[in-house]
């Protein structure tokens, strides 16, 4: 627990089944970046939790699946003294030491939510696929139409401040929770800015989504319905 008016950045990291990655992924966080560290189990049968556990992280589970689930789970869960939540991927796709870059603004008070954009950054070969990349252009499109904001990219790797996010009324369990988190964003006039990350095929384990031509499919239905859902507020 921090001292008593002490501000915190909490790491959120959503896993399911990530025992194969989960460790090193804890292993190589920037020492003293983040006062604490959350891997949202999200029902895994492998002993993720386990193996996060022996690596320094506090497990939250939630056995009911689904991506925005588990980030629900973990914000629950978050001290009073947290001001500033990171979410980052569990498979070492992203470079956590870029956090940096996405919390500094929200610091300084320049913005409410910083999005780490792999459009814009640099993406390894084979990181991205074609479907991926496909959706997101529909995605960001159909933002940029309804909404008037043009992202570039609806990757998971972001940070926000805690009050802003408590504001947001989240409630998306499955993966339109990224995209629910950028248009809600939008709606309540939050500042808003992408920075380039870098990004990067995951180290070991199964791709549950991107690796998944079918998954992917109904990822991408989830997202539009989401946002369409989300046009009357």
């Given at each position: ?78 001290p009073p003294e947290v001001d500033v939540v990171v979410f980052l991927q569990a498979d070492l796709s992203e470079d ?45 499109t159909l933002i940029r139409m309804l909404y008037g904001f043009s992202y570039t990219d609806l990757g998971p790797f ?58 992917s499919l109904l990822a991408g239905y989830r997202i539009i319905v989401t946002i369409l859902r989300l046009l009357g507020?």
């Open positions: 627990m921090a001292p008593r008016g002490s501000t915190v950045t909490a790491l959120i990291i959503p896993a399911l089944n990530e025992a194969p990655v989960i460790g090193q992924t804890l292993d190589v966080l920037p020492p003293g970046m983040f006062g604490l560290v959350i891997v949202a189990d999200n029902g895994s049968t492998d002993g993720t939790g386990e193996v996060a556990r022996r690596h320094g992280a506090v497990v939250v589970r939630s056995e009911e699946r689904g991506y925005g689930v588990a980030c629900l789970a973990a914000i629950a869960s978050l956590a030491a870029e956090a940096v870059e996405l919390i500094e603004p929200i610091r300084r008070g320049e913005f409410d939510m910083m999005l780490g954009s792999r459009v814009m950054g640099r993406a390894q070969a084979g990181s991205l696929l074609p479907h991926q990349q496909f959706g997101n252009t529909v995605a960001t972001r940070a926000v401040r805690r009050a802003s996010l408590d504001g947001l009324g989240m409630r998306e369990p499955a993966y339109g929770w990224t995209v629910e988190m950028q248009v809600r964003a939008l709606q309540r006039e939050l500042r808003v800015k992408e920075v380039p990350v870098s990004y990067k095929v995951r180290a070991a384990g199964e791709n549950k989504v991107s690796g998944n031509l079918r998954a507020g």
